[in-house]
């Protein structure tokens, strides 16, 4: 992007970049992080409410918040970038799963750019056993017993 990006309004974000794990343990905490640009002329910062909120559905709990926030103390202007280390935790049911955030300053509105989708496999963190149909063993295995006395 360049400063053509910019624009003249309050209100603008484009989506930079985003680390998100392919597979997670159900329930279990994890990082992810996810980059935007200030492209509006209001600088961001905590203390004046601006936030990266779950989206897709907007402001849902599926990772186990729908904020993410910016150290305190921080400050960005127009044309600067701010990544959000996000503290998160699994789904308790396994399956894929979505993420996608957005911009948003509290109690005023939500704008610019989604993240990317991203699709997390939400694991019960079992390991998969294969099954092997008795008529695969060798016949000298099938009887095979287990003795405890030897």
Known sequence: ?????LVD?????????QQVPATIEAGAAFTATVTMRNLGTDTWSRADGYFLGSAEP???FTWGTNRGWMDEGVTVAQGESVTFNLSLTAPSTPGVQHMQWQMLQDAVEWFGEESDPASVSVTTGEVPW?????SSLRADRKSTRLNSSH
Not at 9 to 17: C, E, G, K, L, Q
């Open 1 to 5: 992007m360049c400063s053509s990006d």
């Open 9 to 17: 309004v309050p209100h603008a974000s484009a989506f930079v970049t």
């Open 58 to 60: 907007q402001d849902n």
């Open 130 to 134: 294969e099954t092997v149909p008795e």
